[in-house]
């Protein structure tokens, strides 16, 4: 199989700047029982990369302390949720006509077996990850996609974006005909929820920053506004009627001046806090007009086996920003924070 002993991996031994990210030679991770080995092909950064980096996440009652999303950090820890590569090995026992597999591994730990769990971690935050030539998966999580049309590259921007937005969209019960709110939408959740709301035959009104519209109306939009402009003036205008269903990974002043504007019924999904977490709201607004607000982290199994799905029939088109080698994780995470790009950022192993 060719599997050496040590490989090259990417990891944190505290939180802190990009200067925190360590290339180390360490042991190739041995597959347990019920696990497999894969060898990384490509590996897509994800904003929650930088804020587990950072320590971004704050804790219940301490929102400022330095934290993992699920709280303190096992250090040392190899970054990277999504990945895509091909099976090694297997572990004692396991079924060998997976070696060779070209696979999509779901990074989400789930806090139980059932298709309907949540998921309480993810590779790259509470067990290592693909900023490595290796990584080990539970056999559960690895999915055979071999036969996608996809590249590695393009599969590997999948979990943890589309993943999110699949779980959004599924929680937030987005249907044909309905109007849609993506807030973030030039990143990787946005564009992602751009493509599958679009394609579920939503209507796509999508908030965007001013030089990356043309990019953002390409993956779908049927219209996009400024977020540096009067919001919700604009969304008014492009939705006289409300909007049914807001998929937002903003936060912050848009919910509070967003919920309004929802309809009877409305559904306000919330994945991300980028534009801050504090939020006030008037309640009036929530129960006098049946709205609901829904919190979103990540995706279920049920969600992952859609967007399974939807990775072998190539019903969505990733689109890739740029791609590094491992030992440039630094410079790409830095060019990640830097928002400049459309689409997703890949490491090569
Ligand atoms: N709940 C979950 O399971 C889950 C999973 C994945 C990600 N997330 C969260 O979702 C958010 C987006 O993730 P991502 O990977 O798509 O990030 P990303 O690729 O960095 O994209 C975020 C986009 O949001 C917009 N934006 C950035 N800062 C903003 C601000 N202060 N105010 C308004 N808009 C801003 C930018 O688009 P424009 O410049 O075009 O406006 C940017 O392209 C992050 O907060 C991330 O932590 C949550």
Known sequence: MGVTETMRAVRIAKHG???VLELVEVAVPTPRAGEALVRVSAVALNNTDLWTREGAYGRPGDPTALSGWRGPIDFPRIQGADVAGRVVAVGAGGDESLIGRRVMVDPAIYDNAGPDANPVGLMGSERDGGYAEYVTAPVERIH???DSPLTDDQLATLPTAYGTALGMIERG???????????GASGGVGLALIQIARARGAKVLAISGGRKIDAVREAGAHAVLDRARDLTG???KAAPE??????DVVAGALVSDGLPLLREGGRWVVAGALGGYDVSLDIRRLYLHNAQVIGS?????????LLVDLARQAEIQ???????PLSDAARAQEQLARREHVGKLVLHP
């Open 17 to 19: 700047g990009p200067e």
């Open 144 to 146: 055979d996609v071999t």
């Open 173 to 183: 019960r987005v249907r044909k005909g309905e109007t849609v709110l993506v807030s």
């Open 234 to 236: 604009q969304i008014r």
């Open 242 to 247: 409300g909007i049914d269903v807001a998929l």
């Open 297 to 305: 982290a990540m995706h279920t199994p049920t969600h992952f086996g």
């Open 318 to 324: 990733p689109v890739i920003a740029a791609t590094f």
